[in-house]
């Protein structure tokens, strides 16, 4: 799930690129061991959607410590697996021969400049990194341009309200929590990436991944180490779900949910779409 530099500003991104390799290397262990995110029933979910088959070549971009790469592994002809942490790629290696899965590749690289050829892959998905992303359409548009026609493009992200004042209060919290986070968007931004990209309307599949309030703040590594801070701004997200995110009290802790969609759509035969302007998910450039 690590992202990669930015196009703009140098200075932005180099303090981003900064910013995901510090979390991402510090994050990795517990990442990997962290049941909500890489349970079974989540990882078939995703899985399914994307309708494998046996002789299909599966790409999974910001691939983190491995789990949907190997989990695709066994069921297509082969798994790659492509991440910007060295940290979490070693996870990923160790998934892989801990699980006895023999047919996944790993590389280190960026998601705005996916080291594949045009249509290499049957299946393409990203799960739980477009938040990190300064230019979301941007990768997008390298996972479209690595599958196939007809290859199924998978993007799975944690979704912001459609309520601005909560969606606000919920990312404030998340760029505290983790200073490598850019923004959670709302779902309709998601789906928008499809319809820049001139791909069908994604079918978009529901689910939650539970959060309590002492694993949340134990994981993190948030601004300035301020763990109690962070234990703050999630209580106060309790009264009105200020955050959107279904907060309340158990007893003497809090628990949330983060909303995730898994949105899939298959790439369309090979045809003249012109140019998009991928720093938005609304702007199509006609051909000259």
């Known amino acids: 799930m690590t992202a990669s530099f930015s196009r703009g500003s140098t200075a932005a991104a180099s303090r981003h690129h900064a910013a995901i390799a510090d979390q991402f290397t510090r994050q990795a262990a517990g990442f990997a061991a962290a049941p909500a995110l890489h349970n079974q029933a989540a990882l078939d979910l995703l899985?399914?959607?994307a309708r494998p088959l046996g002789t299909d070549i599966a790409l999974d971009v910001a691939c983190g410590p491995g789990s949907v790469a190997v989990a695709f592994?066994?069921?297509v002809?082969?798994?790659?697996?492509?991440?910007?942490?060295?940290?979490?790629?070693?996870e990923a290696r160790g998934l892989a021969a801990r699980t006895g899965?023999?047919?996944?590749?790993?590389?280190?690289?960026?998601?705005?400049?996916?080291p594949f050829p045009d249509g290499a892959f049957d299946i393409v998905s990203c799960r739980f990194a477009f938040h990190h992303l300064q230019e979301p359409a941007r990768a997008f548009a390298e996972m479209v341009r690595v599958a196939r026609a007809g290859g199924r493009i998978v993007l799975c992200d944690a979704y912001a309200s459609d309520d601005p004042a909560k969606a606000a209060a919920f990312n404030a919290m998340e760029r505290f929590r983790d200073p490598s986070t850019v923004e959670f968007r709302p779902l309709a931004f998601l789906r928008g990436l499809f319809a820049v990209l001139g791909l069908p309307e994604p079918e978009v599949?529901?689910?939650q991944v539970p959060a309590e309030r002492e694993r949340v703040v134990a994981m993190a590594f948030p601004v300035g180490g301020d763990r109690a801070g962070l234990r703050a701004m999630l209580d106060a997200a309790v009264e009105?779900?200020?955050m959107g995110v279904g907060a309340r009290?158990?007893?003497?802790?809090?628990?949330?949910?983060?909303?995730a969609a898994v949105l899939v759509a298959a790439k369309r035969a090979v045809?003249?779409?012109?140019?998009?302007?991928?720093?938005?998910?609304?702007i199509y450039v006609k051909p000259k």
């Open 47 to 49: 899985v399914e959607a």
């Open 73 to 75: 592994a066994a069921r």
């Open 77 to 90: 002809r082969q798994a790659v697996g492509l991440d910007a942490t060295e940290a979490m790629l070693e």
């Open 101 to 114: 899965a023999g047919n996944v590749a790993w590389h280190r690289g960026d998601v705005y400049a996916l």
């Open 205 to 207: 599949r529901f689910y």
């Open 240 to 242: 009105g779900d200020t």
């Open 249 to 259: 009290w158990d007893g003497e802790t809090m628990r949330f949910a983060y909303p």
């Open 271 to 282: 045809r003249s779409l012109g140019a998009y302007d991928t720093t938005s998910p609304a």
